[in-house]
């Protein structure tokens, strides 16, 4: 099935501006045939950290703010996993870790539900399995907001992934880790997403409205459901008659390439922010280029 990158949202660059646009039109998703891309027209605007001068348009300028610690570069990033499933993207993640795309290390696995497929499989590598929140039948098996806190800062993590945790992440968390929470979603973003429609109803929800394309987004988690800044989507193509189960499938598919690859880019530290609160993933291979 042919797969495509979507990005956070389209830009005009003026002539004048110091980024410009390098295609226009939809490509194959890999680092160095992206969709969309900018780069630095002048070896000033390359070595400069500060903002880059606003050009006389209202094109949005990236900020060349690196999201994470500056002092260790090369330090493997500490990575906290929420599930409440299967945990597959989890499995793909961990996976990741050991076989060099994700310069980090999976140190905690956080779940709803202990027993689920994604904390054995933490289990099962030796991973520690916390438990949050509290369950209403158990509450001394569960953390605290408060509690969970502590413990992710005890273990130094870096970011805090969500893949199938079903419930709100609380505040506490939100506020402790600003910018370090990613979650993925199996649909494209904004559309299809908040309280509710979670799994298979997420798919039954694209093929009634008869959308052509879904595939997963991944977003920066803020106190709602599905509203953070998107940072990356894939597409999928719908076809005439899928099953929401069949849909389902081949999104799961292209969410495990794509969460890994993002994971990969936040252990790089090549996530960027523009000015206007976008953040865009910056290119392996061409460091000027951003999707
Ligand atoms: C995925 O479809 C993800 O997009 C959604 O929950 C599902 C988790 O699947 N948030 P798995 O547990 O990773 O297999």
């Not at 956070?8 to 890999?30: C, D, H, M, W, Y």
């Not at 969970?148 to 893949?163: Q, T």
Request: proline share 7%; glycine share 8%; charged share 25%.
């Amino acid at each position: 099935m042919e797969s495509r990158v979507l990005f956070s949202s389209q830009f005009n660059f003026p002539v004048n501006s110091p980024l410009k646009t390098r295609e226009t039109s939809f490509a194959p998703f890999t680092p160095s045939r992206n969709v969309l891309s900018f780069s630095f027209t002048s070896p000033a605007d390359r070595c400069s950290m500060r903002p880059l001068v606003k050009a006389a348009s209202s094109a949005p300028q990236i900020v060349a703010e690196v999201d994470g610690s500056r002092e260790e570069p090369r330090r493997r990033k500490k990575l906290a996993v929420f599930v409440s499933g299967g945990g597959s993207n989890f499995r793909k993640i961990h996976e990741g870790c050991s076989d060099g795309s994700v310069n980090g290390d999976v140190v905690l696995l956080v779940t709803n539900k202990k027993d689920c497929g994604g904390a054995e499989y933490a289990r099962s590598n030796g991973i520690p399995v916390l438990v949050f929140p509290k369950a209403k039948r158990e509450p001394s098996d569960g953390l605290s907001p408060s509690e969970l806190v502590d413990v992710l800062r005890k273990y130094g993590v870096d970011f805090v992934l969500l893949a199938g945790y079903l419930k709100l992440i609380p505040v506490e968390l939100v506020q402790a880790f600003p910018k370090r929470i990613l979650n993925i979603h199996p649909a494209l973003l904004p559309a299809f997403g908040g309280k509710g429609l979670y799994g298979i109803k997420v798919h039954k929800a694209v093929i009634e409205s008869g959308a052509r394309y879904s595939g997963p987004t991944i977003h920066f988690v803020d106190e709602e459901y599905d509203t953070g800044r998107i940072l990356a989507q894939s597409a999928v193509r719908v076809i005439a008659n899928d099953t929401p189960e069949e849909l389902a499938k081949r999104v799961l598919h292209e969410e495990h390439k794509l969460y890994v690859e993002v994971v990969g880019a936040i252990c790089e530290e090549r996530i960027k922010w523009r000015e206007d609160g976008v953040p865009l993933i910056q290119n392996k291979q061409n460091p000027d280029e951003y999707y």
